[in-house]
């Protein structure tokens, strides 16, 4: 007997796509994806690629610094978010990390 594919392409019993897979996300999926990563991982964050451009840096980082590792604090910096700058009118990420 083969073995069997679930609906998504991969095989039955693995947990679905890797980080290190090729996939597209649509706008919801990545916001929620990026918004997710402010609490876990670095890796995930590299590999979503946040930008300037595209997303709202100091939001990310005042959100990271209120509920996520200081290695994702320290990544969104080296990025571009600025620490000082108010998201949305609010505190600055830096008074989020030190409250």
Request: aromatic content about 6%; proline content about 4%; hydrophobic content about 30%.
């Amino acid at each position: 007997m083969g073995e069997s594919t679930d609906v998504g392409g991969s095989e039955s019993g693995s947990l679905g796509p890797t980080l290190d897979d090729s996939y597209e996300l649509d706008e919801s999926e990545y916001v929620d994806a990026l918004s997710m990563t402010t609490y876990r991982d670095l890796r995930i964050m590299k590999r979503l690629g946040p930008n300037s451009e595209k997303d709202n840096l100091n939001k990310l980082l005042a959100e990271t610094a209120r509920h996520g590792p200081p290695e994702l604090v320290e990544y969104l910096l080296e990025i571009g978010a600025k620490a000082n700058d108010k998201s949305g009118g609010g505190f600055t990420a830096l008074t989020e990390l030190l409250c």
